[in-house]
């Protein structure tokens, strides 16, 4: 009799029996009802039991079988409503719908072969990210049996170059001084010619009256001059920039210039001014990538578009600056050398198996979220950002867990009333690292999410395979009963 | 709320000029001037301190109301709102004045029950319905009339110009401000005179602040509104109630200026002041002595609420803003794998191409046309938000084509007014013509609107006119529109002629796209104005995530509700900040009786579809959205009634109840039509509340079906649910199936539900149409009327005055009737169909969602045809 009972689930099947004429509600509140009221189109059962075939219980399940494809148990709301949710198109009445299951279940085999393919790729960059890490490793300890020998050489160097900088500067300055004595007696000589004829022209017109004047309009030019300071009227782009800015923080909302418009060129400028401004001051990262993995780079770079003119960059001087500057900039190679081997020789950090996550080392990674940015860096700390001036700690390293499932950042800056700040990132697998979905789930406490290969594992490859497998074998399953049927 | 960015009566040298000055009794009629010419008295009335002529007419209509006209001659040509802001038809149907008496002070007359006392030293009108005094117009003397007038070079009560922040208005014409004294008698509450967060009953404005400003009537931007206010906001409708025992009075001043009105309570009367800054008196006094007669009467003159496409009645998501298409097939797909049904999704100004309207960002929305289809195949809708700021671009077709048609705004000096707004710089289309509105009108057909499909329909934000870098965000008063009109004559109608012009353009797609049966025009509008119902619903704007916002919302929608504009809703869940699992269900639990009922979020709030607050949070609002759904048949039955007669959806306790004097001011509980009375939770925390149930009628609890007794009781509350009662007398058509949109529920079966009053008696009535087109006017609906009594329950066609007869049949029937209120009986009942077929009734609950209740008697699958006449006979066993 099951058969003929429309959206039966095969589990519950034994209650369906119609034994004795009758039908008991599955569950909740007790109710024997007569069989003949079984899918009849109108609720009797609280559970909603006695009509899994049709739409009249608010909680009722129909039961899908969607041969070829992965069986469902739809909400009874969707039965016969006139859209088609099973792919077989049992829940609608017969005609109304395709059956779409062998469809379906071809564009997952696609989908499928599409993941499978796509996670042996992952698990290959896996094991160069290993390598990565071992060799990095392996330059590391080379590095760590010389490095001090090599900062103090290093900044002997230095300070042998700066001697020379500074006896430069010095010829440097006596040039200067020379020209500036020749200069300044040139002025006076002009300034003493320039008293002689305002004399002249005083005696002619009357003294009173012309320094009267002068000092009005002096007066006049100076008040004016102070009122545009001090409350200056904002201009009507002033106005409509601010009240719109009421509403939100995020650019894009608030009438942005676009590069094409013909409004203010001037105002973007400014803006990316602004950024720039931010950004660099602490944007150290990015210059000692150590090492050097060609993973998609979500850190900021600066784009250096606008420095001041230099001055001749041939002179003496200035060479002797710039080799100054290129023997710095070797010193803070080796101190970030020297940085790392403390951090990653020297401290017990759990950097993963095989020090996998060793290859993302001084990486950090960013989400931009509407209002806020999240960065996080490997091994150091997570930054919520607002604008390009504003910026929080929301936690330092703190490790993995979940099988390194998660990384946590703890006891970033204070939050009032709650305590520290802290974040939590869940790593899953993917092609390379993206920071995404950046977010504060409860007070103070943030969350996001990064992708990288250096989770992926062997156990989801096998568990795609066997899907496959499994829908292949669905599939000549079916194939076979409509061959059948056919014949 | 920025005070300071808005000005108040004292910072306006119109309002304050007028405001609670002595003007005295510096206005008479001349009586030999007066001519009584059946229906219409005219007569010259003198502003005795300038010796000026103005012209006085009061007009008998046979609508309902009384017409009084202040103008100066008609060739100073005052501004005059346009005709076409009302309906038609009115102007000419007139009820004679019959003339009681003459004196050398006063004439008297009368026209139906309405009594009119004209005296004319000084100059005042007193008017009663059925022997009960209503109003007085002037008793006070603070009537005024400025007239225009030479322009003086000294001027210092701002006749000619005044600056306010930087923004300076030339005033070329001089004063034109109007002064109107009107004194309820006998009133102790006065109602109306929206947009405004405030109490119901209208509070004084002689008291501490803010309620020491006058209630201001200027459609304005109003950034984070505060909750308790008189200040303005985005429309406005010049239409106040006055109630009490026994008599209510309606007044309607058609005039879109800029306008405060002053309310101050006497122990015998409520006085109010209103001062408009220009246009006319044009005084509407509705004499019908019900609220519902005096509703109908307004609705004869600004219209009643069209029906709307029932669709729209279903829930709507929004939000500021669904990224991109993936988005939208999360968010849509979340609510079928949460079983929540909803309608329609929305889409911000971020789905623009830079805020062109009417374009797409093309990577974020690169196939719009195959997402709405989408949509569509599960029977859902998409809403696009288009805005009246064009940018200023001339690589924008509709910029280039509006410039060179000369479609804009004009400021002072003749060019097109540029102002900022989301776009950045911007014009502003001059909605005001009628050429103009035409042409917008084309802009919406499926080949004008590229990526658009017939499944979307659009949202009017920002019609105020929102400009950021205006005085008071909104465009200069002595900008020039359509025919030289000054915009301060006509401010307070822009929001609804760009609103009638984008539905116009809807309604011209949808003729286009099935020029038999074109779909009805969904346009929602923030900014309004009397006449906006017939156009479409409107929100109430930029509300927040707070308690005392969601208490406000009530009144809100009670006040829109009894000057016209029924179909109204706040956002649920507060546009601004985040609300929390308990806000949020409390939010949709009245949400769903709001009749405009759409969730929405500001673009930097966390997310908050329904789904995302945890399990049982989910369950909660899952269960009160498809409450919403299972009252739709009785939801759209008040819709039709709306539409025939101008009823509130919404009503306050004292429309239902106009004999009852405490009821007055209640505002914490309100009706849903005439059947449900609906208690919202206010408040966090609460586990019980105090609820009233108005003495002289049968209540039962909506969830359990248990007869409640009527008394102000404290009610026991849970999270689950807010307490709503059914009144007896009343039966409800209802759908019990909880699918995933209106259209999926199209073919399901009703349930009846009879409340049963005291003498064992109920009505109501059903109302099916197509849901969609303008076929219902062709006659093409079903009304049912059904009636209960001496236990007899029957379904007869319903009949009203005026509408044409109703012709469709569906092949619907009702799958269950459940009795609230029958009399004990021992063994039971058993129902009588057709007089031949007997089923007894079973012990059930009165919903299949509280099972656990089994308090009312259910006659089970009668199979009753909804189209048909029937009769069911209950017979005790």
Redesign the interface.
């Known amino acids: 009799q099951t058969d003929n009972l429309r959206g039966v689930n095969p589990d519950l099947a034994s209650h369906y029996s119609g034994k004795g004429g009758a039908f008991t509600c599955i569950s909740?509140?007790p109710k024997t009802i007569p069989f003949s009221r079984v899918n009849?189109?109108?609720?009797d059962c609280?559970d909603g039991s006695d009509e899994p075939g049709t739409?009249?219980?608010?909680n009722g399940r129909f039961y899908c079988r969607n041969l070829g494809h992965e069986s469902r148990l739809l909400?009874?709301?969707?039965v016969?409503?006139?859209?088609c949710d099973c792919c077989d198109g049992a829940d609608e009445p017969k005609g109304k719908c395709q059956n779409t299951c062998l469809q379906a279940a071809a564009v997952r085999k696609e989908e499928l072969r599409g993941k499978i393919q796509l996670h042996e790729h992952m698990l290959n960059r896996k094991k160069e990210y290993t390598t990565k890490a071992s060799t990095f490793k392996e330059e590391l300890k080379l590095k760590a049996e010389t490095i001090d020998e090599d900062i103090a050489r290093q900044q002997a160097e230095i300070d042998n170059l700066k001697g020379e900088v500074t006896r430069l500067e010095a010829e440097e300055a006596a040039r200067q001084a020379e020209i500036a004595a020749a200069n300044q007696a040139a002025e006076e000589a002009r300034k003493a010619e320039a008293e002689a004829q305002a004399e002249q022209a005083a005696s002619l017109q009357g003294e009173e009256a012309a320094s009267s004047m002068d000092f009005k309009a002096d007066e006049g030019e100076h008040a004016e001059g102070q009122a545009q300071q001090e409350e200056r009227?904002?201009t009507?782009?002033?106005?409509?920039?601010?009240?719109?800015s009421?509403?939100?923080?995020?650019p894009?909302?608030?009438?942005v210039?676009?590069s094409?418009?013909?409004?203010n060129p001037d105002d973007q400028e400014e803006d990316v001014d602004g950024h720039y401004d931010g950004t660099e001051d602490d944007g150290t990262e990015g210059h000692f990538d150590y090492p050097n993995t060609e993973a998609q780079s979500s850190d900021y770079h600066p784009d250096h578009a606008r420095r001041p003119p230099r001055p001749d960059p041939y002179s003496p001087l200035n060479k002797a600056r710039a080799a100054v500057m290129e023997a710095e900039r070797k010193l803070q190679g080796l101190q970030k050398d020297k940085e790392n081997i403390g951090t990653f020789l020297h401290r017990p950090l759990d950097l993963g198996p095989d020090d996998i996550f060793l290859a993302l080392a001084n990486k950090c990674f960013t989400s931009y979220q509407?209002?806020w940015t999240y960065e996080i860096c490997m091994f150091d700390k997570a930054v919520q950002k607002e604008g390009y001036t504003n910026s929080v700690v929301v936690g330092r390293w703190y490790g993995f867990s979940d099988d390194y499932r998660t990384m946590y950042f703890t006891g970033g800056d204070e939050c009032w009333n709650v305590g520290p700040r802290s974040m939590t990132v869940a790593l899953s697998c993917g092609w390379d690292e993206r920071l995404s979905d950046g977010?504060?789930p409860s007070t103070c406490a943030y969350a996001a999410k990064l992708t990288t290969p250096a989770v992926c594992t062997e156990a989801e490859l096998h568990e795609l395979q066997q899907q496959l497998e499994n829908l292949e074998a669905f599939e000549k399953e079916v194939q076979e009963k409509i061959l059948k049927d056919e014949l | 709320f920025?005070e300071n960015e808005f000005k108040k009566c004292a910072q306006t040298s119109f309002c304050s000029r007028n405001r609670n000055m002595q003007q005295g009794a510096n206005f008479d009629i001349v009586p030999g001037s007066i001519v009584l010419n059946t229906a219409t008295l005219t007569a010259t009335l003198l502003n005795k301190g300038f010796d000026k002529h103005l012209q006085l007419t009061v007009t008998s209509h046979s609508d309902g109301f009384i017409r009084v006209l202040v103008d100066e001659l008609p060739d100073v040509g005052r501004y005059q709102v346009p005709s076409d802001v009302l309906v038609s038809g009115w102007e000419t149907k007139k009820l004679a004045f019959k003339e009681e008496s003459r004196t050398s002070s006063a004439i008297t007359l009368s026209g139906g029950e309405t009594k009119l006392v004209l005296n004319f030293q000084p100059f005042s009108l007193a008017i009663s319905v059925k022997g009960v005094p209503a109003l007085q117009i002037n008793s006070r003397n603070l009537f005024n009339f400025e007239h225009r007038r030479p322009k003086q070079e000294n001027d210092p009560a701002g006749f000619w110009e005044e600056t306010w922040m930087?923004h300076t208005d030339s005033k070329p014409k001089g004063p034109e401000a109007i002064s109107l004294d009107l004194v309820f008698p006998g009133f102790q509450h006065v109602y109306g005179i929206p947009e405004r967060a405030t109490s119901l009953s209208l509070r004084s404005t002689n008291g501490a602040a803010p309620y020491g400003e006058p209630y201001r009537l200027y459609n304005l931007d109003v950034?984070?509104y505060l909750d308790d206010h008189p200040f303005g906001l985005y429309g406005s409708i010049p239409v106040m109630l006055a109630h009490k025992k026994g008599l209510t009075v309606g007044v309607f001043w058609l005039n879109a200026a800029e306008m405060f009105v002053d309310v101050v309570k006497g122990r015998s009367e409520v006085g109010t002041q209103w001062i408009a800054e220009s246009g006319i008196l044009d005084l509407f006094v509705f004499t019908g002595g019900s609220a519902p007669a005096v509703l109908s009467s307004y609705a004869r003159v600004a219209g009643t609420t069209a029906l709307p496409q029932l669709f729209s009645l279903g829930y709507h998501q929004c939000r500021?803003n669904y990224k991109d298409e993936e988005d939208v097939k999360e968010v849509d797909g979340g609510f079928?794998s949460h079983?929540i049904?909803y309608d329609v999704l929305w889409l911000d100004?971020?789905h623009t191409n830079?805020?062109r309207y009417l374009t797409w960002d093309s990577s974020l929305f690169p196939s719009p046309v195959a997402m709405q289809e989408d949509l569509a195949?599960?029977?859902r809708q998409m809403v696009t938000i288009v805005d009246p700021h064009v940018k200023?671009?001339s690589?924008y077709y509709i910029f280039s084509e509006a410039e060179k048609a000369g479609h804009f705004v004009k400021n002072k000096h003749g060019s097109d007014f540029d102002?900022?707004?989301?776009?950045?710089?911007s014009s502003y289309l001059d909605v005001t013509s009628p050429a103009v509105r035409e042409w917008w009108a084309q802009q919406f057909t499926l080949d004008k609107y590229q990526g658009s499909t017939k499944h979307l329909y659009i949202w009017n934000d920002m019609n105020e006119p929102s400009v950021?870098?205006g005085p008071e965000?909104t465009m200069q008063k002595d900008n020039l529109h359509y025919g030289n009109v000054e915009h301060r004559d006509n401010h307070n109608l822009y929001g609804i002629y760009y609103h009638m012009g984008t539905a116009e353009g809807l309604k011209l797609r949808g003729s286009q796209v099935d020029p038999e049966n074109g779909d009805r025009p969904f346009v929602l509008s923030r900014a309004f104005f009397s006449g906006t119902q017939r156009v479409g619903p409107i929100w109430t704007g930029d509300n927040a995530a707070q308690w005392s916002h969601l208490k406000v919302s009530v009144p809100m929608l009670l006040t829109l509700g009894l000057t016209g504009l029924p179909y109204s809703g706040a956002d649920v869940g507060g546009f601004f900040g985040n609300p929390d699992a308990e806000l949020m269900t409390r939010w949709y639990q009245l949400g769903i009786y709001y009749p405009f009922f759409r969730g929405h979020a500001?673009?930097?709030t966390?997310r908050r579809e329904p789904w995302l607050f945890g399990p049982e949070t989910t369950a909660r609002i899952r269960t009160a959205i498809?409450g919403r759904y299972t009252l739709l048949p009785y939801i759209y039955t008040l819709f039709r009634f709306a539409n025939t007669s101008g009823l509130p959806i919404l009503r306050p306790l004292w429309y239902e109840f106009p004999e009852n004097e405490d009821l007055f001011a209640v505002e914490e509980e309100f009706m849903a039509g005439p059947a449900i009375l609906v208690k919202p939770i206010v408040a966090p925390g609460v586990s019980s509340v105090d609820v009233t149930l108005p003495v002289g009628a049968r209540w039962y609890d909506a969830l359990s079906g248990a007869a409640v007794p009527a008394r102000s009781r404290s009610q026991r509350v849970t999270l689950d649910s807010i307490p709503v009662y059914y009144r007896g007398g009343n039966i409800l058509p209802l759908r019990?199936?909880?699918?995933?949109s209106t259209?999926?529920q199209?073919?399901?079966p009703y349930t009846l539900v009879v409340a049963l009053d005291d003498k064992g008696e109920a009505t109501g009535s059903l109302y099916v149409d197509d849901g969609r087109s303008f076929a219902f006017q062709r006659g093409q609906y079903l009304h049912r009327d059904f009636t209960m009594k001496s236990l007899k329950l029957s379904s007869s066609k319903h009949v009203e005055p005026g509408v044409p007869s109703g012709a469709l049949t569906v092949p619907t029937t009702i799958?269950?009737v459940v009795f609230l209120g029958l009399p004990a009986s021992k063994r039971g009942y058993k129902a009588l169909i057709g007089a031949k077929h007997a089923v007894p009734l079973e012990p059930g609950p009165l919903t299949?969602?509280a099972?656990?209740y089994e308090n009312a008697l259910v006659l089970?699958?009668p199979g009753l045809p909804v189209s048909h006449d029937w009769e069911v006979e209950i017979v005790a066993l």
């Open positions: 909740g509140i009849d189109d109108y609720c609280p739409s009249a219980c608010h909400a009874s709301a969707f016969d409503d006139g859209v009227e904002e009507p782009e002033e106005r409509g920039r601010r009240i719109a009421q509403w939100t923080n995020d894009e909302a608030a009438a210039p676009e094409e418009g013909h409004l509407t209002r977010e504060e | 920025k930087g950034f984070e500021w079928d079983e049904p100004i971020e830079g805020k195949s599960r029977g200023r671009d690589g102002g900022w707004c989301w776009p950045g710089s950021f870098n965000i500001h673009l930097e966390q498809r019990e199936r909880p699918r995933r259209a999926a199209l073919a399901d799958e269950r299949m969602l099972p656990q089970r699958k």
